[in-house]
């Protein structure tokens, strides 16, 4: 196999959606790690759900809609201010460590981003963390009007890049998008991160309990292809693939 | 407009998922309120995911995969016996209180079940119940081969009982239910049994946690028609619609 492209995805992947809990315990005290953990997953409940009932809802809407969950839940009250500099966050969230060194050392390859956020905000967080030139295409599941992990998202790469499936390596930490993106076909390389530390009994919290139910393998079909620890992996792992 | 038909939601709904708990507690300790929480969220999930990915997977598998992932997660040994129980466990969850005297008071209407579950898990889920004879049909939306809230699994409802969607009253616990089946144009009920105590800190344990996610209204468009309590409820809201 020859990989012509590696596509990344983008919130979790490259970018540490982990990184607005210094925000949220700045705005919302005693409840910031709360709202951080229950923002994230209700997100990624809405794209899920978004996905199957249809409507074409746009990522940043979806976003902004599970905040406003996740605050009320909280007990936190919604500002439109507080929410609106939470949501800014998501233009700016912080590359993982190494994400930038594994992209230069990949740049003779075809890059590119497949992500669930909306066009206007991949571009932002491109523009914001200065990887922009380094991508061949920075492609929205919105062209293709729903979410991953249903497949027409990951056909939109053949389409933009020119290749045929079997020539990308897809990157994600996501278990559900590493079973997605199996399934349609690509070879996969599963970051992962850690799903926690085995606990010793039911007594966690929301960031524990979040590992747990995020950062393991799905049970949803073929694993990945490869497993590595971190972005920094990636140059050896496509350059044994040729 | 009239009433022909009030169609429920059953897991979590005329049924109470958490009632695994104490048999969980009972062969998992105390991991046994981890293990139930992660084991629902995942299979509500996956339920999502596989309705996106396609594939057609049979819920029962479906439950069995989360139940090993919540097993793996939480640090349990993932032994067949002890997945057997916890399964065998689903086909008899208890109803909840209230649920057989507010369908003998509906029964001159026509009822129906519109789940998720398989059609053999519920037939036996239903049959355990001693509710059978009070339905007119038992849907699992295995006949659509998708999960809800896609619009075809609430489509086999018009079909099944030969109504219109303007004369059913749904009825589901469920806050992605109950956006899916607005969406699709029914009339519907929503049982608010508690979203939580509204937390003082992110201090909180994993039931708690899933009170949060799960047990408040979902920001998916459209929200219920009714907002009840409980299932005994029902009789006086249906009798208000004619």
Redesign the interface.
């Known amino acids: 196999m020859t990989v012509r492209a590696l596509v990344f995805d983008a919130y979790g992947t490259l970018y540490d959606v982990q990184s607005v809990r210094g925000l949220a315990v700045e705005l919302c005290g ?5 709202v951080t ?2 923002w994230r ?2 997100q990624l ?2 794209s ?8 074409d809802e746009d990522f940043w809407r979806l976003t902004r ?2 905040l ?2 996740a605050l ?4 936190v009250a919604v500002d439109p201010k507080l929410c609106e500099r939470l949501m800014a966050k998501y233009l700016d969230l912080d590359l993982y460590p190494g994400a930038r060194e594994a992209l230069d050392a990949l740049a003779g390859r075809k890059l590119a981003i497949l992500s669930n956020g909306s066009q206007k905000m991949l571009d932002a967080l491109v523009e914001a963390s200065g990887v922009g030139p380094l991508f061949a295409d920075v492609i929205s599941v919105a062209r293709a009007k ?6 027409k998202c990951y056909a939109l790469v053949e389409q933009a890049l020119g290749v045929g499936k079997h020539e990308v390596l897809f990157v994600s930490s996501n278990g ?1 998008d590493v ?2 993106a199996k ?1 349609f076909g690509f070879k996969v390389a599963w970051i992962e991160r850690g ?2 530390v ?9 960031a524990e ?1 979040y590992k ?2 995020r950062g ?1 393998a ?4 073929p694993g990945a292809d490869f497993r590595i620890k971190a972005l920094t992996d990636l140059p050896s792992v496509a350059a044994r693939l040729g």
């Open positions: 005693r409840k910031g790690e709360l953990q229950l997953l209700k409940e809405y899920w759900l978004r996905g199957l009932m249809g409507g809609a599970s406003e969950f009320e839940a909280a007990g729903t979410f991953k992990p249903d497949p559900f079973a997605g399934a799903g926690g085995t606990p010793a009994s039911s007594d966690i919290g929301p309990f747990l139910l393991r799905e049970k949803l079909g």
